[in-house]
C-alpha cells in the first residue's frame, strides 16, 4: 500500500464508522448528540496536540503521539463530512 494509500484506508473506515456506527472507539466518538460528539474530538485534539509538544521536548514517542494528533484531526474532518480529496488538494495548491 501507498504512504497515500494507507490515509485513504483509515479514511475510509472511519467514514464508514461514521456513518454505520458500531461498539468502537471511533463510532463512540462520532455518536453522540451532535454538540457534544464534536467536543469530544476537539478535546481529544486538544489533548493529542499537548502530547506531542511533550514528546517533542522530553525526545520520546513522538511519531507515536503525532500519528495520533493526525489520526484525531482525521477524524474531525470525517466527522465534518470533509472530504479527503478536499486536504489533499490543499496541500497539492501549497506546492511552490
Ligand atoms: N489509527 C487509529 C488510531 N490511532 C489512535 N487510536 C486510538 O486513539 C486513542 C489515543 O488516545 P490516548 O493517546 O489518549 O490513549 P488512551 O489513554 O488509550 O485514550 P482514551 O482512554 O482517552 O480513549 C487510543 O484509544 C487509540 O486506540 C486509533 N484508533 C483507531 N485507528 C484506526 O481507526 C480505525 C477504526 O477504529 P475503531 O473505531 O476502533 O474500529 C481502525 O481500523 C484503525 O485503523
Known amino acids: 500500500m501507498t504512504d497515500e494509500g494507507i490515509i485513504r484506508e483509515v479514511y475510509r473506515v472511519l467514514?464508514?464508522?461514521?456513518?454505520?456506527p458500531v461498539d468502537s472507539y471511533t463510532s463512540g466518538l462520532m455518536t453522540d448528540d451532535e454538540k457534544r460528539a464534536e467536543d469530544k474530538i476537539?478535546?481529544?485534539i486538544g489533548e493529542e496536540a499537548a502530547e506531542v509538544i511533550i514528546a517533542s521536548k522530553n525526545d520520546e514517542n513522538l511519531v507515536e503521539e503525532a500519528a495520533d494528533l493526525i489520526f484525531h484531526t482525521?477524524?474531525?474532518?470525517?466527522?465534518?463530512?470533509?472530504?479527503?480529496?478536499?486536504?489533499?488538494d490543499e496541500f497539492s495548491s501549497r506546492r511552490k
Open 15 to 20: 467514514e464508514d464508522r461514521r456513518d454505520n
Open 74 to 88: 482525521l477524524l474531525l474532518l470525517v466527522y465534518k463530512r470533509v472530504p479527503l480529496e478536499r486536504l489533499l
Open 42 to 44: 476537539l478535546e481529544k
